[in-house]
């Protein structure tokens, strides 16, 4: 009897002891703010407890077994071969324990799943190593025609400068800023995707190059970005959990993989309202400005290189490297490179940066402008010992 109330409090007592650690520690799932993360942080605690209890029962069943019926003590083994009872019993009790835990589960699955009757709808596309945001429907508005890139707002300087901290401080002697101690390290974009709150809104998720996937852990929204796919999933905040939310990509997408976070803002529905029309206006401007940069004409080789600079050291440096040497052979060197140091190939120079190439350079119109691109090629063919001398203009590089 002694043994028994024992064992009943040792059990008890390691369970509240499991329930309270998995409450208290980081460790454990995120609650999330919307009802699907919820249902999804609930079923997470149902699953853990039953398997908490039966780790318990046998792992108990087991030590009582050694403990007190060793063969020291002068037990002798039970023989039950080809027991019907215990064959029955072993079948139905998992299946029991099954039945439990799936039909919770599907509940919860098929919620997650439905991405009818949606107020908004957005496209998702994954690149390496962005996200593009495109909106396509929002109440009765049908044709929003709003879309924009977002990266990481970090500078590449700073990162490089963080993952090579020993060598650079081994090379000048001195220490260098510790910007990992910034809580919003790497976790900070130029143009973060806003919706509102109290709305359904429908992700369509997909990807222009490798698999990627969008994932903000307080929304329970994960789903694979795979070219020529698309996956849908659903979020709704509700009114209340306005702020800002982070996620990442959550599929080992090539070397800059950890520089695609994910930042979504969420606004009251009047909020969210004045700024769509903001962008809507912002974006008339960029594009205004874009065409406007076609006209424009560098002064000098020195003044396009310059620029070109800039540009290359935010948007290509972290592929080709600040020295030009790139990283072979998923990324080729620029530095003596037919393509960037022979005058012959200028006009082929100038489509790769345009189109793209082979799935792993992306195609930059359309991100960058004209005189960005024109910039960035110039100092391209002009930096490391390549001096071709070729000076390229906004001009050369607009799409026909």
Same mark, same amino acid.
């Given at each position: ?216 852990? %307080?929304? !329970?929204? @994960?789903?694979?970005? &795979?070219?020529?796919?698309? $996956? ?5 905040? #509700?009114?209340? +959990? ?99 140091? %022979?005058? !012959?190939? @200028?006009?082929?120079? &100038?489509?790769?940066?345009? $189109? ?5 350079? #992306?195609?930059? +119109? ?35």
């Amino acid at each position: 009897m002694r043994s028994s109330v024992l064992l009943r409090t040792v059990v008890a007592l390691s369970l509240l002891g499991l329930a309270g650690s998995a409450m208290a520690t980081q460790w454990d799932m995120t609650p999330g703010v919307t009802d699907v993360s919820h249902a999804v942080y609930g079923l997470h605690r149902t699953v853990f407890l039953i398997c908490c209890v039966i780790g318990v029962f046998v792992f108990g069943a087991m030590f009582w077994t050694i403990l007190f019926h060793r063969k020291s003590q002068g037990a002798q083994a039970a023989h039950f071969h080809e027991s019907t009872r215990v064959e029955i019993l072993w079948t139905i009790l998992p299946f029991i324990i099954l039945i439990t835990m799936a039909i919770p589960a599907t509940r919860v699955l098929i919620n997650m799943y439905d991405t009818g009757n949606a107020d908004m709808t957005l496209r998702i596309t994954g690149s390496q190593w962005k996200w593009n945001y495109e909106y396509l429907s929002y109440g009765d508005n049908k044709d929003v025609n709003l879309s924009f890139y977002s990266v990481l707002a970090t500078p590449s300087d700073e990162y490089a400068r963080q993952k090579n901290s020993s060598v650079v401080d081994s090379v000048l002697g001195k220490n260098q800023p510790d910007f990992s101690k910034d809580p919003n390290y790497l976790m900070e974009v130029d143009k973060p995707l806003v919706i509102p709150s109290g709305k359904k809104v429908r992700f369509l998720i997909t990807s222009d190059d490798v698999i990627h996937a969008w994932w903000v852990p %307080d929304f !329970a929204v @994960k789903r694979d970005a &795979i070219p020529g796919f698309i $996956n849908e999933e659903w979020a709704e905040i #509700p009114p209340g +959990k306005e702020g800002t939310y982070v996620g990442r990509c959550a599929e080992l997408c090539g070397k800059d993989h950890a520089f695609m976070p994910i930042v979504v803002v969420v606004k009251t529905q009047t909020d969210f309202d004045a700024w769509l029309k903001a962008a809507k206006i912002q974006q008339a401007a960029d594009i205004a400005a874009a065409a406007n940069s076609a006209t424009y004409k560098f002064a000098s080789l020195d003044e396009a290189t310059t620029f070109g600079k800039t540009v290359f050291e935010a948007r290509c440096a972290a592929c080709h490297q600040s020295t030009g040497t790139g990283l072979p052979p998923m990324f080729p060197a620029l530095k003596g490179s037919p393509i960037a140091s %022979d005058k !012959a190939h @200028k006009a082929e120079h &100038i489509q790769i940066v345009q $189109n793209g190439k082979n799935g792993r350079m #992306p195609a930059w +119109k359309g991100i960058l402008t004209p005189k960005e691109m024109a910039g960035v090629i110039t100092y391209e063919r002009n930096a490391w010992g390549n001096n071709t001398g070729d000076l390229v203009q906004p001009s050369d590089v607009v799409v026909k």
